[in-house]
């Protein structure tokens, strides 16, 4: 009997001897592993850190790039640096913390609170116009169909230039609502018969949401969306309502001209947000957690909408996309507008941003393929 108990003590303690003497070779030898792997990252990373720099400082020399950038990969900063000047006149550099204008990727925000409004059961997709504004004349539009830009409404761009008689007066969205609505200009397609890219249809989602809240565009942008998600560098810029704000980076035009502060940019929604780079990356990061609008909100936004659009190159609630494949989905927007251009570009399957923001509008100098080819 002693001697099993023996035998067993002895077995037990053979067992556990064989398991520690082991172990210490195998957890070497996967710490060598996982340091030749992470050494394999670091290396990795740090060429593509210096192709991005090589891209856009030969950008900056040789085509005048001026402005921000910023590539991000899971929400952590690859790469991101400034160039050129945010005033020509002051020599004033762009720093990380430049605020510019975003023009059309603006609308990407407007779609996002109307998504918020839609989840908290403020609206609907398919109400109507005249849910809101009565005596609006164009029937049979929802508000979807503005999202997606198949309103068949007339651009505002122009007919307010022949309809908005002093134009050192800015024009508002409730203005062009109100010229719809009294001076019925022509239609270029009837509603939900083809897609159609106008700002009309970001300026009237914008009017519903001043609509349904009762505050203004910005408030409502400032108090729902850039202050829960810490855009503390981020604003709409209302020229009918104008307010200082420091580190802003002046738009130029052709031949380096300071561009025209236009009476259009009286009206936001369509354009209007100021932001910066790592600002952008933070609403970027709220858009794959899904706070505040729901992941499930956001997956219907990022859908194509158009069965007559290529599947590559489509549009959703306020965004553009290229679903060509299906585990990596990109959704993107870009932007141009009196003095500046901009591009916000998500990798969904690869978690990869690409924000890139500049104060020189006059020529393109890159494009959205070049930039995804760039960091893959």
Known sequence: MIYKILFGILFIVG??????????????????????????????????????????????????????????????????????????????????????????????????????????????????????FPDFPYKGITIKLLMIHKSGLPEYFYFAENLWEDKTKPITNMDVVKLLSQEHP???????????????????????????????????????????????NTFIRNKANDEEHKNVATGYAKRKRVAEDTYLNGVVGDKGVYTTVEDMLKFDQALYKGEPVETQTLEEAFEPAHERLYISDNYGFGWRINASDSTNKIVYHTGWWKGFRSYFIRELGKKKTIIVLSNFSAQSIFGTKQLIELFN
């Open 15 to 132: 067992v556990i001897a064989l398991f520690i003497f082991n172990e210490e070779p195998l957890s070497a030898r996967e710490k060598i592993i996982s340091d030749s792997i992470q050494i394999k990252i670091d290396v990795e990373q740090n060429l593509q850190v210096q192709k991005l720099d090589k891209f856009f400082n030969k950008r900056n020399k040789v085509n005048g790039f001026n402005g921000t950038v910023l590539f991000a990969e899971d929400g952590k900063i690859v790469y991101e640096n400034a160039f050129g000047v945010s005033n020509l006149k002051t020599k004033e550099k762009n720093n990380i913390n430049t605020k510019f204008q975003i023009a059309s990727v603006s609308k990407p925000f407007t779609s996002y609170a109307i998504m918020l409004l839609k989840q908290e059961g403020e609206l609907s997709y398919e109400d109507s116009i005249q849910h809101y």
């Open 186 to 232: 022509q239609r270029y397609y009837l509603p939900d018969k083809k897609y159609n890219y106008i700002n009309t249809n970001y300026c009237l989602l914008a009017a519903i949401v001043e609509k349904v809240t009762g505050d203004t565009f910005e408030e409502f942008m400032t108090e729902e969306v850039f202050e829960p998600l810490e855009m503390k």
